[in-house]
């Protein structure tokens, strides 16, 4: 028996009870309730049309149908399939294909299939409609003032939205399919008078290579294939799923990667200072959006190096001498320090997961309940010092305000590393370890694109607009680091 694998390497017969056969068999009709095949009389010729139910528009398809049966058989003589494609089918989105394969993953896609009876050729009726959302302002990238509105899960839907804000005509999306089974629609974006035309070629290449049978995980498996360097905690791309950060950043040469089903977008490549940026600071006045980002900046170096520097003087409380004894916990507690903040970190990423999938109108009295129960009971029990969740607090919070969620996980694994160095090595130890992760940040790279830059390789003014928030008019260049083709970005 001919398989569906072999089937779908046919192309369209002229005979349309064998076109009708194969795709019956490679769609599974009968087997699945939604893939639905029509057959249909109209105008002296046998049609069968095929489509999965609720990936099309029922107007779409009424309407087609009410014009087809107004036709004659003279209305289809000579080339029925010109004929319908040029004269009858007035709608847009109309292609013509005669490869089986592909009118499979079209009809799989959403479009409509007609065959016709004696034609080689099948209509593909691009009428599809995919259940979605409306945008929204997205709940991790929040700001006071600027739009609300944020991608969604459907492609064709964050693409408008970027052209909306960036309507160059150097603009391309490029439109991939990926998977051998889930045929996931991929679209690269980049203007392509700006953007490295190496960069591009590289990406277009890395995800042509992707031979995995689907995108379970959408644009995070495409990320895990493009980069390959898995073990590395810091995120070498930037996620948003606002449309104005994503179209900054094609403004600025960077290479965007949009997955359907996800609402996420990939921007290509980045540096580890483009996560600590965020889009409340363009939204207010210079002097006030510097003042936010070094909030930011303090409370990312907060979460990351206050509780191991704590820990540290705890453990050698000769480095202070006596007039720091107040920051010291009382002794006596039944679990060290270390294990202390091990245990109360844990706590908080297991309340963080649980607010997660706790229904919106609980997830503040599981915040209170945690906090009571966690916090001031466990300290009154004798189990926790006041210290510890003090500065584990200050951590959390430090956590939270860190920009890009990525690298606030990466910065947690980061914080769990110091502490465990710190009680097993003390100072020397630490330094060792900063060392060991500054190394680890200067050769990294994200694609072609070095990780510390402008730190290293040294770029005094993109670093100073990094560390102050300068005015737009003073943003003359485009980052050097991404080797963009057009480096300026007034007009001339």
Known sequence: ????????????????????????HILGVGKSFDVICR???????????????????DEIMQLI?????????????PDAMQKLLHTHLGYLEVETLDALEEIVTAVLSGPLALFVDGEERALVIDARTYPSRQPEEPDIERVVRGARDGFTETLIFNTALTRRRVRDPSLRMEY????????????????????????????RKRLNQFHLDGLPMAEKTLEEFIFRKNWNPFPLVRYTERPDVAAVHLLEGHVLIYTDTSPSVMITPTTLFHHVQHAEEYRQKPIVGAFLRWVRFLAMFASVFIPPLWLLLVMEPEMTGEKWDFIRP???????????????????????????????????AIGIVAAILIGQVAVDVGLFSNEVILYLSIAAIGTFATPSYELSLANRLVRLFLLVVVVLFRLPGLVAALIFLFLLLATTRSLNTPYLWPLIPFNGPALLDILVR???????KRPSAISPQDPDRLDR
Not at 9 to 22: A, C, F, H, I
Not at 39 to 49: D, I, N
Not at 337 to 362: C, G, N, Y
């Open 176 to 203: 991939l399919q990926i998977g051998r089974r889930s045929k996931t629609d991929i679209c690269l974006a980049y203007l392509e008078d700006v953007a490295d035309p190496e960069l591009v070629e590289m990406l």
């Open 330 to 364: 009382e002794t006596g507690k039944p679990i060290s320090v270390f294990w202390q903040f091990f245990l109360a970190d844990l706590e908080v990423d297991i309340l963080r997961m649980a607010a997660i999938h706790t229904p919106s109108s609980l997830a503040a």
């Open 65 to 77: 149908m009410q014009r087809l049966a107004t036709l004659k058989r003279e209305d289809l003589a």
């Open 39 to 57: 057959h249909y009389q109209l105008a002296g010729r046998r049609l069968a049309l095929y489509f999965v139910d609720g990936l099309a528009k």
């Open 470 to 476: 300068a005015p737009v008019p003073s943003k003359r």
């Open 1 to 24: 028996m001919t398989t569906a694998a072999e089937l779908m390497r046919e192309k369209v017969s002229r005979k349309l009870d064998e076109n009708v056969q194969r795709m019956n």
